[in-house]
């Protein structure tokens, strides 16, 4: 084995130290940067903070019921995950998707999205929703309350698995429990079944009972529509005489056949925030391309996990997270550029101490003197022996 010469071991040493030191800066780099909040960070925090009010408030209520809260599909124990398999289950879904909606940090882009579209206080807002998704129901309830917006609300009560499904203690009594303890403050003005054509379409009619029975005990008006037609033309009927005109923005959650019309317009819109334009687009169906055709905006939380990785949020959660966590949610990034330049000058510096490139690494690589040539120049005799 050969043994590397001093001058060899030395630059080995130095270019690990050199290593070493780029490593440093990058850590050093990666704390030199500053928060720049958004003009509406105030806005998002309280929103953030008011969802999960809202989920104290709604756990605290199942465990005073005696209502299970699983940790295995709730790991986070909020509450807004309800069994797999009850009455109100309309299909399958997805439990990573309905984890990922408790974070209360959705709420602050909400709030972003609805100042991005000119909602100011006591502007008319629609909203859509089903039992699907309870944690971004409060999200965008919590965002609408905060921004101040004058919300109005149609539920649908059937939910896929893993939402509002206990028929004890529907999505209606969510919200009443919550407008009773003056956290949200929202006016229903219907429930309907959801389902097939939003007519409870494949439930059983003991299912449609339990669901008639929570719109009465939450006074809320129960509606069941004889077709998907007539689900979208009740429903874009009734928000316009809540508030005399189109609502300024429209806000569908979740999945519901009356919203959507089709499932090709379910499967085509990947995006939460719709402008008028797209209409063209669409399937002829559903309020959703109907709010877009009349020249309102629209906002659609579905599927769930593709509304949060257009907002920047963490397709995972599974235990209680700080608010405003990931910051990005109401800050900016930014780096601290003079501090950066100061610790490149300083890293270029240390390097050249550390290599000592004058004395570790040779200016140049110096030919091997040249054996002397066996064959004689031309017109030279070789000596004789």
Same mark, same amino acid.
């Given at each position: 084995?050969?043994?590397p ?20 800066a ?11 909040p ?14 999960q ?10 465990? @005073? ?24 289950v309309t ?24 100042? @991005? ?5 006591g ?6 929703l ?11 309830l ?12 149609i539920?649908s009560?059937?939910?896929?698995a ?54 009465h ?6 509606h ?20 005399g ?17 089709t ?24 309020l ?16 769930i ?9 963490p ?11 990931p910051?990005g949610?109401?800050?900016a ?7 950066l ?33 066996a064959?004689p120049?031309?017109?030279e ?5």
């Amino acid at each position: 084995m050969t043994t590397p010469s001093p001058k060899t071991a030395l630059l080995r040493t130095r270019l690990l130290l050199s290593f070493g030191a780029c490593l440093i800066a990058l850590v050093v780099a990666e704390r030199m940067i500053t928060w720049v909040p958004f003009s509406d960070g105030q806005d998002r925090l309280a929103a953030a903070a008011l969802a999960q009010r809202a989920q104290a408030a709604i756990k605290a209520e199942k465990l @005073r019921r005696g209502l299970t809260i699983d940790p295995h599909d709730d790991p986070a124990g909020t509450g807004l995950i309800g069994p797999r398999t009850a009455a109100l289950v309309t299909e399958k879904a997805d439990l990573s998707a309905k984890q990922a909606a408790t974070n209360p940090n959705f709420a602050a882009p909400m709030v972003g999205m609805l100042h @991005r579209l000119g909602v100011q206080r006591g502007d008319p807002v629609a909203v859509s929703l089903t039992g699907s998704i309870p944690g971004a129901n409060l999200a965008v309830l919590c965002a609408l309350q905060v921004v101040g917006a004058k919300t109005v609300v149609i539920a649908s009560l059937g939910s896929s698995a893993w939402g509002a499904t206990d028929p004890e203690f529907t999505w209606l009594d969510m919200a009443s429990l919550l407008k009773a303890q003056g956290i949200l403050d929202d006016a229903y003005l219907a429930a309907t079944p959801g389902g097939k054509g939003d007519g409870a379409g494949g439930l059983p009619v003991e299912s449609l009972d339990l669901m008639r029975a929570a719109a009465h005990r939450n006074q809320v008006h129960w509606h069941v529509p004889s077709s998907l037609t007539g689900a979208v033309d009740y429903r874009r009927n009734a928000f316009v005489s809540a508030f005399g005109v189109l609502p300024k923005v429209f806000i569908n959650i979740g999945g519901g056949a009356a919203s959507y019309g089709t499932r090709l317009n379910g499967v085509s819109l990947r995006t939460p925030l719709l402008q008028p334009s797209l209409a063209p687009a669409l399937s002829p169906h559903g309020l959703i391309h109907q709010m877009l055709k009349e020249g309102v905006p629209v906002i659609t939380i579905h599927p769930i996990l593709e509304a949060e990785r257009a907002v920047g949020l963490p397709l995972s959660y599974r235990t209680s997270a700080p608010l405003g966590q990931p910051a990005g949610l109401y800050n900016a990034k930014q780096h601290n550029l003079p501090a950066l330049v100061g610790l490149l000058i300083g890293l270029v510096a240390l390097l050249i101490v550390a290599l000592n490139l004058n004395r570790v690494i040779p200016r140049g690589i110096q030919a091997a003197p040249e054996e002397p040539s066996a064959t004689p120049p031309a017109g030279e005799e070789s000596p004789s022996l």
